[in-house]
């Protein structure tokens, strides 16, 4: 099974959660039935669960609760999400309540209409689908479930107007594809012009050329890209004192060390540009799932292009700007060009590739990857990989990180 993790995010765009979706790869053999499409998925749980180290919502079949195939995962942070008019069938809605009993939490994914939902529901999620509902019935929708007790989560959450019509809905949770910086956060231009210049100096060398004397220049008397470089070099892995400077740590690592570290640092800044840490764990993620997957394309660009390419694709939402207005500010090749405006060269179609499997947009990843003749098993294990690789990167399981 391809999975993809759609993050939850609360009224303050915090993320809380991921919701899990999956998809079976081609086995050129006979179709998957939804119950068993369930079983695949189930068996990767586990794994899901200690890699994101966050609430998980699991897409089940009705067969799959009875026959108590979710009981093994007593321990884990799920919800379980079943469709809302499984409930009508007398058996499924007794092993729900019997699961429920037991400490398993479930979510229904439709507005329910006709019987009267279980007592043991109450206070459950409920799933809306954005795209699917007109904004005044999506609306009254979630009016009524509160009003019952129940918390809705709004699913199709694409673009900034529907954000803000159901979060004074009254929702509490939803999830989408990623949206740019809000309104309510500051520009922070000198952030904004650290990150350009880190990417133009990354850009620079992005045909391989190692790095010269304008690149020390360049991390020694940057604020923000030297601050953020000595922080993420002090840590165990370089003993247990640290580079006192820039000037320093260029000595004791290296250049070639130092511009592999800009890609993180440059990663975590996009992250405090829009002041949304997950920003910052998607540009990277994206980066090096860019650098690995790269290499199956036709005269593969040098990694460190293909690393550059994934920062690119999150500036468009740190800055709240269109990217093509953002290829502007920037001096770059035209391959990287093609990624902010057009994405028409292998490089870009690529992170229209990355696109697909971050969303979870399975149908479009099939034929994106067709098209550079990349299996989807390739991006969807890679994808997994880099996960945990890029969350490891970032620092995400230390305290200091926020």
């Known amino acids: 099974m391809l999975i993809s993790l759609a993050p939850l995010r609360d009224r303050r765009e915090r993320v809380m959660g991921y919701a899990l979706s999956s998809y079976p790869e081609d086995t050129r053999g006979a179709p998957l039935s939804p119950d068993d499409e369930a079983r695949r998925t189930l068996e990767m749980v586990p794994q899901i669960s200690r890699m994101v180290g966050r609430s998980?919502?699991?897409?089940?079949?009705?067969?799959?609760?009875?026959?108590?195939?979710?009981?093994?995962?007593?321990?884990?942070?799920?919800?379980?999400?079943?469709?809302?008019?499984?409930?009508?069938?007398?058996?499924?809605?007794?092993?729900?309540?019997?699961?429920?009993?037991?400490?398993?939490?479930?979510?229904?994914?439709?507005?329910?209409?006709?019987?009267?939902?279980?007592?043991?529901?109450?206070?459950?999620?409920?799933?809306?689908?954005?795209?699917?509902?007109?904004?005044?019935?999506?609306?009254?929708?979630?009016?009524?479930?509160?009003?019952?007790?129940?918390?809705?989560?709004?699913?199709?959450?694409?673009?900034?107007?529907?954000?803000?019509?159901?979060?004074?809905?009254?929702?509490?949770?939803?999830?989408?594809?990623?949206?740019?910086?809000?309104?309510?956060?500051?520009?922070?231009?000198?952030?904004?012009?650290?990150?350009?210049?880190?990417?133009?100096?990354?850009?620079?060398?992005?045909?391989?050329?190692?790095?010269?004397?304008?690149?020390?220049?360049?991390?020694?008397?940057?604020?923000?890209?030297?601050?953020?470089?000595?922080?993420?070099?002090?840590?165990?892995?370089?003993?247990?004192?640290?580079?006192?400077?820039?000037?320093?740590?260029?000595?004791?690592?290296?250049?070639?060390?130092?511009?592999?570290?800009?890609?993180?640092?440059?990663?975590?800044?996009i992250g405090e540009a829009a002041q949304d840490h997950e920003l910052a764990f998607a540009a990277l993620r994206r980066a090096r799932l860019c650098e690995r997957v790269g290499t199956a394309l036709d005269t593969a660009p040098h990694p460190r292009a293909r690393v550059v390419a994934g920062l690119l694709s999150m500036l468009e939402f740190a800055f709240a700007s269109p990217a093509p207005v953002i290829a502007q500010r920037l001096s770059l090749l035209p391959q990287l060009r093609d990624v902010l405006d057009g994405r028409e060269q292998p490089l870009g179609q690529l992170v229209d590739v990355v696109d697909a499997i971050e969303y979870g947009w399975w149908d479009d990843l099939v034929v994106r990857c067709r098209r550079l003749s990349i299996r989807p098993r390739v991006i969807a294990d890679a994808w997994l990989d880099t996960w945990k690789a890029s969350r490891d990167e970032l620092g995400l399981a230390r305290p200091d990180f926020l």
């Open 56 to 269: 998980l919502v699991v897409p089940v079949t009705p067969a799959v609760v009875r026959e108590g195939a979710i009981t093994r995962f007593a321990s884990l942070d799920a919800v379980w999400l079943v469709a809302t008019e499984a409930l009508d069938d007398a058996t499924t809605r007794r092993a729900v309540d019997r699961l429920i009993g037991a400490g398993f939490h479930f979510a229904l994914h439709g507005f329910p209409e006709g019987d009267p939902l279980p007592p043991s529901i109450g206070g459950s999620t409920i799933i809306l689908d954005a795209a699917r509902t007109p904004s005044p019935l999506l609306e009254a929708r979630i009016r009524v479930l509160l009003e019952n007790g129940l918390r809705p989560l709004v699913r199709g959450v694409d673009d900034r107007v529907t954000r803000q019509r159901v979060v004074a809905a009254g929702v509490s949770m939803y999830t989408g594809r990623q949206l740019a910086r809000g309104a309510a956060i500051a520009p922070d231009r000198t952030t904004e012009d650290s990150i350009l210049r880190a990417i133009t100096m990354l850009a620079a060398f992005s045909d391989g050329r190692p790095p010269d004397a304008a690149f020390d220049a360049f991390v020694r008397d940057d604020p923000h890209v030297a601050a953020s470089l000595l922080k993420s070099m002090s840590s165990a892995a370089l003993g247990v004192r640290g580079p006192r400077s820039v000037t320093h740590a260029l000595t004791m690592l290296g250049r070639d060390a130092i511009i592999e570290r800009l890609v993180a640092v440059t990663a975590r800044l």
